[in-house]
């Protein structure tokens, strides 16, 4: 017996047990092997004329034998000679197929399609076989060999028979492993079936280019006798059959042109499982210091599960046609979880498990390379097809909103302008750009309001209030709005008119303008403004004034409603957002970081019932033109304390309720409007 070159019984070792955290590659690795022998037969005849192979016959076939516990692997390639077996099975990490694919790299071209770099693929049958006999005969040669070991300390060649150019890979599969202690077994036997084979030809080497045939069985009904009476039931007999099982050709190496929409999202369809054509369909091919080519899709919906904790992110990785990876969740960032698709390297480390590729730099390139294609991709939807745009942020706009907010608005640069919100003055939904660029002259931050029911927010008095001043209101129903909002706390406007501080420098520019220049444009930074928490500063200076001298002239009605409402509210107040006597009598604000909306959605999560939980700080603001009001101090002068109580309290109940907050004692709500009546 001749022992493994390499120090490495130990290196074997390694590489069976820890290089690949996955048996069933070994089937992959093993179907890429053959590829790549084809592939070199094909080149040379290729180039070589004296040689006559018949490109039709080029296949891989793929057996297996229940009784005698075998798999095995054939193709009629390039073949190897004895000193071939030696070299390339009898060495671990010795590749013949790159030293191929170096010595032939000048003619190359297209031609040639290598999988294998590494040297430690054909190694991976050790996973699964207890012996591994390797039947060959290169190309040219009259005479066979045959390889075999136990993948433990070495090997043996002796002559053998095959009766054309090609190798035989034949596994004897170990034996089943007993599950125990709550530990899983291991059941070998799942790969001496026809589906299990199928399977996993399918999943990983479903674009490898030359035909995976297998023998498989069918049934097909018995011809109906001559003389079958008319109660004939029909039989049915199996027969074999070979069959082709991978469909071979890789759309995503194809250029985009050449491919029709329809076999697009045909692949995206049976590929992903969607019954639903995908929205966008990326294509793209990247060159230089990493090859690869990418396909990726927009879904046209939401999968039902993908805000659940189950949902898997992820791309497809492949590296030469032959699968690595189902889901490779690094070439995708959270918030574009959505995005479904194929990356295909050849330069991308194939040979390697999936602990080892998470830290690989050339899949961080790539994934970079992604984000910013998707987000270009979006860009171009939503300013060239608001209408496919707006249903596909309904599916994932959420998503692009956490993003923001998981980040702490880092990625807002990134997100922002990729968000859609409701405007209360448009009736439909605009970006933040959108609302910056109609903002009248003087605004200084974006308003919204935030709620879950769109109707009841547009009728709040907080919005009308802002409304009324000729500002919009952005109306925020998704739990995430305000969180995101507060965590980007402003948006840079782009491109906006300058505003020049002092008139000046104001006629100086406009005259430019007017002589032909360019208006100047700057970045606007604007802060992100919940109507209804802390000072909008939207009032007038003479606003401000009637404010204050109400504040004083009240100060005994304020201080006598805040002692009604005790710990319920923070302090009773002249609003400086209800202004007019059509506006409503009162309105429920919050000071400081945390509102009303914030609290609600909160309570909903699952610390909600904590003690000790943050709560809004309330303020209850009086309009001080609404009749209401008047009477309030009328009670107040007439030292009618029980009125002033009643009238404390009806307004804060039914202001909370404007909130879509139950007053704490209904009961008593219903009994003080009564008491009115
Ligand atoms: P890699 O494929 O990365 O080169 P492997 O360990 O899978 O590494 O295979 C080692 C070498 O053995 C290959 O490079 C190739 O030269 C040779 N080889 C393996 N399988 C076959 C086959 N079916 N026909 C011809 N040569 C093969
Ligand atoms: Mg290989």
Not at 218 to 228: L, N, W
Not at 346 to 362: C, F, K, M, P, Y
Not at 513 to 525: K, N, T
């Amino acid at each position: 017996m001749r022992k493994f070159k390499t120090e490495s019984k130990k290196l074997l070792d390694l590489m069976i047990n820890s290089i690949y955290t996955n048996k069933e590659i070994f089937l992959r690795e093993l179907i890429s092997n053959a590829s790549d022998a084809v592939d070199k037969l094909n080149f040379k005849s290729l180039t070589d004329e004296s040689m006559h192979v018949d490109q039709a016959d080029l296949a891989i076939r793929v057996s297996f034998d229940r009784d005698a516990r075998t798999i095995t692997v054939s193709d009629n390639g390039i073949g190897m000679t004895a000193e071939e077996l030696e070299r390339n099975l009898g060495t671990i990490a010795h590749s013949g197929s790159e030293e191929f694919k170096t010595e032939n790299a000048e003619s190359q071209g297209d031609a040639l399609d290598i999988i294998g770099q590494f040297g430690v693929g054909f190694y991976s049958a050790f996973m699964v076989a207890k012996r591994v006999r390797v039947v060959s005969r290169a190309f040219g040669e009259d005479e066979a060999h045959v390889w075999e070991s136990d993948g433990l300390k070495g090997y043996t060649i002796e002559p053998g028979e095959r009766a054309e150019h090609g190798t035989d890979v034949i596994l004897t599969l170990r034996e089943n492993v007993p599950g125990e202690n709550g530990e899983e077994g291991e059941n070998y036997d799942r790969y001496l079936s026809e589906w299990g084979l199928k399977d996993l030809i399918r999943r990983y080497s479903n674009y490898v280019r030359y035909p995976i045939q297998m023998m498989v069985t069918k049934s097909r009904q018995k011809p109906k006798p001559e003389d079958a009476g008319d109660d004939y039931k029909p039989e049915y007999e199996d027969y074999e059959e070979l069959e082709t099982i991978n469909s071979m050709t890789p759309i995503w190496k194809k250029r985009r042109e050449d491919v029709e929409d329809a076999d697009y999202n045909e692949f995206y369809k049976s590929t992903f499982h969607d019954f639903e054509d995908p929205a966008r369909t990326i294509s793209f091919h990247a060159e230089g210091a990493l090859e690869y080519d990418a396909l990726l899709f927009i879904p046209g919906r939401a999968p039902f599960d993908l805000y659940s904790k189950d949902y898997e992110k992820g791309l497809a990785l492949y590296s030469s046609n032959v699968m690595i990876m189902e889901k490779c969740a690094d070439l995708l960032p959270d918030y574009y979880n959505f995005v479904r698709g194929v990356v295909d390297s050849a330069d991308v480390s194939l040979n390697i498990s999936r602990e080892t590729l998470q830290q690989n730099r050339q899949l961080r390139a790539i994934a970079r390379r992604i984000e910013k294609r998707v987000t270009s991709d979006l860009e171009d939807m939503r300013d060239n097809d608001r209408e496919a745009y707006e249903k596909f942020f309904e599916s994932f706009g959420r998503g692009l909103k956490y993003g923001i907010y998981a980040s702490y608005g880092a990625k807002a640069t990134e997100l922002a302008d990729l968000l859609l919100f409701w405007s209360a003055k448009e009736q439909k939904m605009i970006t933040l750009a959108e609302y910056a660029k109609a903002m009248p002259e003087g605004q200084k931050a974006i308003y919204f309001a935030a709620g879950d029911d769109r109707d009841r927010l547009s009728k709040m008095p907080v919005v009308t209030g802002v409304l009324a001043r000729g500002f919009d209101v952005l109306l925020c129903t998704q739990d995430v709005d305000e969180f995101t909002f507060q965590s980007m706390r402003e948006y840079v406007a782009r491109d906006m008119p300058k505003v020049y501080e002092d008139d000046a420098a104001r006629e100086a520019a406009e005259k430019a303008v007017a002589d032909g220049a360019e208006p100047e444009l700057e970045d606007r930074h604007l802060e992100l403004k919940n109507v209804a928490t802390g000072d909008l500063d939207l009032a007038s200076e003479d606003e401000k004034k009637e404010a204050e001298e109400a504040s004083k002239e009240h100060a005994d009605l304020f201080s006598a409603m805040k002692e009604a409402l005790g710990d319920h509210v923070q302090k009773v107040a002249v609003s400086s957002r209800l202004v007019s006597a059509d506006d409503a009598p009162a309105c429920i604000t919050t000071e400081g970081p945390l509102s009303l909306e914030m609290e609600k959605v909160l309570k909903r999560g699952p610390e909600g019932d904590i003690e000790g939980m943050p709560t809004a700080q309330r303020v209850l603001e009086l309009n001080a033109k609404n009749p209401v009001f008047a009477k309030l101090a009328a009670a107040q002068e007439a030292g009618d304390a029980d009125k002033v109580k009643l009238y404390a309290g009806l307004l804060y109940d039914q202001a909370l309720l404007v909130e879509g907050i139950l007053p704490e004692d209904p009961v008593a709500f219903a009994k003080n409007v009564c008491e009115l009546m």
